[in-house]
Each structure stands twice: as structure tokens, then as C-alpha cells.
């Protein structure tokens, strides 16, 4: 079965920068929309970035102008380039996946949704 896998978290300084990345495992037939979300310590999970391909691209108030999000929708590879860091960034990044797995799934509206396994990202100095 597809999955998504990510990779690029780590350890950054407050400034500083850093890109993750999140691959399917194989090639999906419609991707709807792709997501990274976050959760910190004691905290819930929260959407930081989602584009949709109708061209709706949707970020949280606290990552406007830092983050953006991308995507090679030939690979179904997505990435999160965040620059100038806060200690506040600090969580587990997931990225999510909405769409179609298969043509076969599409016609039946069987929809799919995919979450990777997560990477943290640590801003400290």
C-alpha cells in the first residue's frame, strides 16, 4: 500500500533554515491537495501549509511569509522550506497527502488519505 515518507528534520539555530520533504512511496494517480501540519509538546496538531490543485495555497498566521510550501506533482513530492526559524517552530512536522490512489478508486469516489510518519524539527541554540 502507498505511503509517504519524509525527511530533512533536524536540529537548526533561531534564523536559521531548513527544508523537509515528503515522497510517496508510489505514484498516485490524483493528488487533490497536499498538507504539513505539526504538533508540539502538550500541544494538538495544527495545519501549518496546504495547496490544493485548484491553486489554493492556505498557511497558519504564525508561518505566513517564513514558510512556503511546494510541490513536484510529476513525483507527488512535497516540501516545506522554512526560513527564519523560531524556537516556537520546534515540533514534529507530518505532511498529508488527499486524493486518488488509483483510477479505479477515483471512479468509485474512493478517496485517499495519506499521513507520513512525522520529523522533527528542533530550533534551538
Known amino acids: 500500500q502507498v505511503h509517504l515518507v519524509e525527511s530533512g528534520g533536524g536540529l537548526v539555530q533561531p534564523g536559521g533554515s531548513l527544508s523537509i520533504s515528503c515522497a510517496a512511496s508510489a505514484s498516485i494517480y490524483r493528488v487533490n491537495a497536499r498538507g504539513w501540519y505539526r504538533q508540539a509538546p502538550g500541544k494538538e496538531r495544527e495545519l501549518v501549509a496546504r495547496?490544493?490543485?485548484?491553486?489554493?495555497?492556505q498557511y497558519a498566521d504564525s508561518v505566513l511569509g517564513r514558510f512556503t510550501i511546494a510541490r513536484e506533482s510529476a513525483e507527488s513530492t512535497a516540501f516545506l522550506q522554512m526560513n527564519r526559524l523560531k524556537p516556537e517552530d520546534t515540533a514534529v512536522y507530518y505532511c498529508?497527502?488527499?486524493?486518488?490512489?488509483?483510477?479505479?478508486?477515483?471512479?468509485?469516489?474512493?478517496?485517499?488519505?495519506?499521513w507520513g510518519q512525522g520529523t522533527l524539527v528542533t530550533v534551538s541554540s
Open positions: 498529508n497527502l488527499e486524493g486518488y490512489e488509483s483510477i479505479y478508486t477515483f471512479r468509485r469516489k474512493r478517496p485517499l488519505e495519506l
Open positions: 495547496h490544493t490543485n485548484s491553486g489554493d495555497t
